[in-house]
């Protein structure tokens, strides 16, 4: 539905954003706590919106594998491995690896299938809003019976330092529930803590030997990560960090921000990279000695 039609969705709370070619959606937390998947097609492609609530992290996917007929439709299984969550298609029944995006048991096990992953943004819906005017946003009327109240389902535990299982994590790093943003570069695995970027800031760095500019305000849950090439950015920011609208790099080139590329007057673009949030204890759990990790 348009926001207009979305009264009971208040500036505060936090959405998914997805943009695809001009095509924006929300998707409330408040829903999505509750059913950890959302099939859709956005800007033309068909993706799946898996929702990890213990491990609080999302990730989208394009559903559509090549030499298959048709896209993959996705539901939450239930079912855990390290505090990830597994979830099926449809198909197949098959159990799929939601931090991979790879199937692992079932009749696709042993195919070599990675779903392809798109950059994701987890912000306030105000921010969403104002940035995307002409957004949809998913509505309450999914066909099942929920309290959609905010944090009905999880609130307790989004609130506590303690987890649902145990989980094994370098506590002198980090906080086992500290939010991080991660990023899978093939056998790399790179995260920066959310609370790092508290006021605002714009970080150049590298995911092993590709060089990164990560930008984030770190307290609305919402950094973003792009290529930089060779180039180094600096410090300012056209717009809020939560939704910059332009960065600037040390020549003072302006590059106009959007969620899939900085673009320059001269038609350069620099991709954004596939992200996701997710708490210290699942990238640390998962990743292991795959993983690294920026500290000042």
Known sequence: MPPEEAPWLWDGEQVFGVEIEGDARAYPHRVMDWHEMANDTVGGVPVALAYCTLCGSGVLFESEVAGRAAPFEFGSSGLLYRSNKLMYDRETLSLWNHYTGQPVVGPLARETIELKTRPLAVLRWADWKRRYPKTRVLSLDTGHRRDYTPGRPYGDYFASSGLMFPARTDDA????????????????????????????????????????????????????????????????????????????????????????????????????????????????????????????
Request: charged letters at 25%; glycine letters at 10%.
């Open 173 to 296: 790093t980090l906080r086992p529930k500290d939010i991080v943003l991660a990023v899978r570069d093939g056998g790399r695995h790179r995260a920066w803590p959310m609370r790092l970027f508290r006021g605002g800031r714009v970080l150049n760095d590298a995911i092993g030997t590709r060089p990164v500019v990560v930008v984030g305000d770190g307290w609305s849950d919402t950094l973003r990560v792009w290529e930089r090439a060779d180039l180094t950015f600096d410090s300012r920011l056209d717009g809020p960090a939560s939704t910059p609208e332009a960065l600037y790099d040390a020549a003072g080139t302006r590059w106009r921000v959007t969620e899939e590329a900085l673009i320059a007057p001269d038609g350069r673009r620099l991709a954004r990279l596939p992200a996701h949030n997710a708490y210290w204890f699942a990238f640390a759990g998962f990743t292991g000695r795959n993983g690294s990790v920026f500290t000042e």
